[in-house]
């Protein structure tokens, strides 16, 4: 049975830190991600790597301020979250799949979420 399981999230105040956590289990997938609600909004891209982690993507709201990476003798990905805002308060969701280009997609596996809230 494949799962992914985020850990992590909290609260913090603006200009914290915080580090997410996605583990893994039943398979190993090429591309993992983060995706992000917030109430009444979309979820939305926030960032994503590659298996070797050699290539990875953001959104440019959280260029220069997130980090992506990944431990694949863990089959964990992680999410660095520095300089926080009170705008990156949502949901966060670890997302898996077979490629770059699908992550994101229906296809993809999903965690369940884990609450990050900032405090102004």
């Known amino acids: 049975q494949v799962q992914l399981v985020e850990s992590g999230g909290g609260l913090v105040q603006a200009g914290g830190s915080l580090r997410l956590s996605c583990a893994a289990s039943?398979?190993?997938?090429?591309?993992m991600g983060w995706f992000r609600q917030a109430p009444g909004k979309e979820r939305e891209f926030v960032a994503a790597i590659s298996w070797g982690g050699t290539i990875t993507s953001y959104a440019d709201s959280v260029k220069g301020r997130f980090t992506i990476s990944r431990d694949n003798t863990k089959n964990t990905e992680y999410l660095q979250m520095n300089s926080l805002k009170p705008e990156d308060t949502a949901v966060y969701y670890c997302?898996?799949?077979?490629?770059?280009?699908?992550?994101?997609?229906?296809?993809?596996?999903w965690g369940q979420g884990t609450q990050v809230t900032i405090s102004s």
């Open positions: 039943g398979r190993t997938f090429n591309a």
């Open positions: 997302a898996a799949g077979s490629s770059m280009a699908t992550i994101g997609s229906r296809s993809n596996y």
